[in-house]
Every structure is written in structure tokens, then in C-alpha cells.
């Protein structure tokens, strides 16, 4: 399996970006797919998860009401629209991956990651 990521980049605080990430390699329905992120210092963060059927199975209460997540299941890729953009939310961004047994809550359980992308606002 292989993801890639774009979308990242450097906004003022309250703007907007839109990450993507991009599979290949798996059955789309049965592949739960993540956006995680970290900062420097910290540990890697869940943002939001999303099962093979379009499910959002977990929103991160701090970014709930600004963030979205969808997933288009015929392209096999998964988004995160990022509003109201805050400086807490910099970070390396990643896209994460697990086949065929549901979606876990720890970042170790995602076998698959992207290279990550850089989210800086200020």
C-alpha cells in the first residue's frame, strides 16, 4: 500500500487548506484510512478516521466544527478541509492506513503512513 499526501502549506491563522491523500495498493471498502499529525516534541495525534464504508468513526474534539473529513471511495482517497485555522494546529500531517480489521484508535496500529505534510499557521 502506498499514500500520498499534498495539500499542505503555510496560512494565517483563521485561513484554509485542504489535505488529500491518496491510496493504492488495497480494496477501497476495506480499508480504514486516518489523518494524523505531529508536532515537534509531541506525539502523533489522532485527527480523524474514517472506515472503508464512508463512516467517520472519530472527529478530534479540538479541531470538531472547523476540520471536515470525507473520502471519495472510487479514487481511493481521503480529504480534510481545515478551517478557522488556529497556530495549535501546525503540524506535520499524516495519512494513515489499515486493511480489513476496522479502524484503532492508536497511531501504532496503522501499519501504512505517508511521508507527511507540513501544516504551518501563524
Same mark, same amino acid.
Given at each position: 500500500?502506498? /499514500?500520498?499526501?499534498? #495539500? #499542505?502549506?503555510?496560512?494565517? =491563522?483563521? #485561513?484554509? /487548506?485542504?489535505?488529500?491523500?491518496?491510496?493504492?495498493?488495497? !480494496?477501497? $471498502?476495506? =480499508?480504514?484510512?486516518?489523518? *494524523?499529525?505531529?508536532?515537534? $516534541?509531541?506525539?502523533?495525534?489522532? =485527527?480523524? %478516521?474514517?472506515? $472503508?464504508? #464512508? !463512516?467517520?468513526?472519530?472527529?478530534?474534539?479540538?479541531?470538531? $466544527?472547523? *476540520?471536515? =473529513?470525507?473520502?471519495? /471511495?472510487?479514487?481511493?482517497?481521503?480529504?480534510?478541509?481545515?478551517?478557522? /485555522?488556529?497556530?495549535?494546529?501546525?503540524?506535520?500531517?499524516?495519512?494513515?492506513?489499515?486493511?480489513?480489521?476496522?479502524?484503532?484508535?492508536?497511531?501504532?496500529? *496503522?501499519? *501504512?503512513?505517508?511521508?507527511? !505534510?507540513?501544516? %504551518?499557521?501563524?
Amino acid at each position: 500500500v502506498q /499514500l500520498v499526501e499534498s #495539500g #499542505g502549506g503555510s496560512v494565517q =491563522v483563521g #485561513g484554509s /487548506l485542504r489535505l488529500t491523500c491518496a491510496h493504492s495498493g488495497a !480494496t477501497a $471498502g476495506s =480499508v480504514c484510512m486516518g489523518w *494524523f499529525r505531529q508536532s515537534p $516534541g509531541k506525539n502523533r495525534e489522532r =485527527v480523524a %478516521t474514517m472506515d $472503508g464504508y #464512508g !463512516t467517520i468513526v472519530y472527529m478530534n474534539p479540538s479541531v470538531a $466544527g472547523r *476540520f471536515t =473529513v470525507t473520502r471519495d /471511495l472510487g479514487k481511493k482517497a481521503l480529504y480534510l478541509q481545515m478551517n478557522s /485555522l488556529k497556530p495549535g494546529d501546525s503540524a506535520m500531517y499524516y495519512c494513515a492506513v489499515r486493511l480489513n480489521s476496522g479502524c484503532p484508535t492508536l497511531a501504532k496500529d *496503522f501499519p *501504512f503512513w505517508g511521508q507527511g !505534510t507540513q501544516v %504551518t499557521v501563524s
